[in-house]
């Protein structure tokens, strides 16, 4: 369990662009193999006085706001490059009053359907009655019977 916990907190992540240990101590994490085979930056360290090593200390603690308030804006361009890339693909659907539309069946027993992978995956078609605001809409079938309100991403355009 320790080693997966210290593999997860030294791995480098993209988003952040920064270990978690190193956001944390302000310091890059020393390997056990770095202390095995000697690296110049352990030999620097293992070099200084108590009062040196403190000072160092002090100086890397000092940065560590300034690392992390860079890390929160790497993340928050990381996650804005995300959305839009995911936003590419969306496309809003929006409908008006008398509108013909298709509604997704949705089972509410998850178990096999009759007809399988080839059963029809919508219903309808049914005609937008009411558009509510955020995407909701009030929808009537051929018998005038009102379903709803039902959120815009589970209907589709019908093309007679």
Same mark, same amino acid.
């Given at each position: 369990?320790?080693?997966? +916990? =210290?593999?997860?907190?030294? $791995? ?28 110049? =930056? +352990? ?5 200084? $006085?108590?009062? /040196? ?8 603690? /000092?940065?560590?706001? /300034?690392?992390?308030?860079? $890390?929160?804006?790497?993340? /928050? ?7 839009? !890339? #995911? ?7 929006? #409908? ?9 069946? @949705?089972?509410?027993? $998850?178990? @096999? @359907? ?7 995956? =919508? ?9 509510? !605001? ?19 991403? #589970?209907?589709? @355009?019908?093309?007679?």
């Amino acid at each position: 369990m320790e080693e997966a +916990l =210290w593999v997860y907190s030294s $791995t480098y992540r993209t988003p952040t662009q920064a270990t978690p240990y190193s956001l944390i101590y302000g310091v890059k994490a020393v390997l056990p193999l770095e202390r095995q085979i000697p690296s110049l =930056w +352990l030999a620097i360290q293992e070099g200084l $006085t108590d009062e /040196e090593n403190a000072q160092l200390r002090l100086e890397e603690l /000092e940065a560590l706001d /300034e690392k992390r308030l860079e $890390t929160q804006q790497s993340l /928050e361009c990381y996650q804005a490059r995300l959305s839009q !890339s #995911f936003n590419k693909r969306v496309y809003l659907r929006s #409908f008006q009053v008398g509108d013909q539309v298709l509604l997704v069946k @949705r089972p509410i027993i $998850t178990s @096999r @359907r009759s007809g399988g992978k080839f059963s029809a995956k =919508w219903d309808g078609p049914y005609i937008v009655q009411e558009v509510y !605001s955020s995407g909701a809409y009030k929808i009537v079938d051929s018998e005038g019977l009102w379903i709803g309100p039902i959120n815009g991403k #589970f209907m589709n @355009r019908y093309y007679p």
